[in-house]
């Protein structure tokens, strides 16, 4: 397993606050770079993350709401998909 | 982060209960302020086990056992029951001993720590500084990509390990045969109806399972997230034990007052010990109480921390690490009590090896072939 690219996160198997710290860098990171509308994270831009705990699902929601972003989940087998829309 | 109005009333509304439980069980016949200590439980069952042998701290505690199994039921109710593990064992167990040794240092875990703290003990308020200042440290490694790395599914044996352990504990609890040793003096010889104290533990362990409380993640998210739901849970805790203790009369203000209610008044060793405490928890993701909690939840990895705690508090006793409580002899002779100098030394190579592991692991100084 490993990180696909900056708005695709795999956090499977890394416990709490791992994959919230690793929501927390992306979104930090698509801030920085938005040349339009420095230090607001662009119109449009999806996140999504692989966990597979209900903890960093909440965790993440709660983050991603905090943000301003719309965040829904969807759970396949074992593991979830947390997708965060700006 | 934002957290939701229902999500802020249930961690109150349980941390309240569980303080009102605390307090319950002391006046139920639990030692002063400890209505739960998970580090000194763990150390009572071990030594009930005869791993060590300080005769006055021995006796195997059925909220340890209520934990785990309150926390397995649940998590099987809900559908959270998930046998996971293999993320830096050996690191963990190690982790695991040194936050132990921080504990006994201080005479507590961090849930004691807010208890204490709620009888009106300041010296667990230097213990609440050095246990947040260690925090701060964790989260300064966390932010720099500390990881303990992966874990993975694991059969359902490795799961339900630690919930059939807590119910082979309840069975030799309950039938006592020869070999269990039982404190007649001294804290290990108080304690609440057996009944009772495993109620509380299965309550208490339901509602941290259902609301992930954590004393370690409360004062982390804060600092990391500016998330306060966990850190809400602390508070509704202490306010509840408060009041609980103003009522039953064991409220007690002061620094070096405190006789007889398992505490000591080394400024400096109470606060090192407790920044042990938290800089070694950050590190494993949650405190002794969550780890209870994660390991009745099927994860391997918690549960092999939690023998980790098990063999420090072994050897916390066995060679003479645990802090001394202060005492008042009948003729009201004082004994301060205090640190020892093996615990001094315990507690300096705890941090530096928990500095090297965060080092480690944050820097990726010993990185595979493959990761290169």
Known sequence: MSNLDINKLDARG???PEPVIMIKKAVDEAKTANKTAPGNIPEGMVFTIMVDNKTSVENITRFGEHAGLTVTNEKTGDDYTVTLKK | MKTSKKELIIISVFGILTGIIAVSLVFFGNPANMGFCIACFIRDTVGGLGLHSAGVVQYIRPEIIGL???SFLLSL???EFAPKGGSATITRFILGFFVMVGCLVFLGCPFRMILRLSAGDLNALIGLLG???GIGVGVFFLKKGFSLKRSYRQPVTEGVAMPVIAIVLLVLLVTAPAFIIFSEKGPGSMHAPIILSLCAGLLVG???????????GGIRDLILFREKKLILGFGAIFVAALIGNLITGKFNLGLTNQFGVVAHFDILWNFLGMLLVGYGCVLLGGCPLRQLILAGEGNS?????VLGLAVGAAFCHNFGIAATAASKSADGVENVGGVSTTGKIAVIIGLIVVTIIAIVNTFQVFKRKSEQ
Do not use: E, H, P
């Not at chain 2, 990895?301 to 921390?305: E, G, L, M, Q, R």
């Open chain 1, 14 to 16: 890394l416990s709490c």
């Open chain 2, 68 to 70: 785990i199994l309150g």
């Open chain 2, 77 to 79: 109710v809900r559908k």
């Open chain 2, 131 to 133: 246990f947040s200042c």
């Open chain 2, 206 to 216: 339901g509602m941290a399972q259902y609301s992930r409380l954590c004393m370690v």
């Open chain 2, 301 to 305: 990895d918690s549960a092999v921390t």
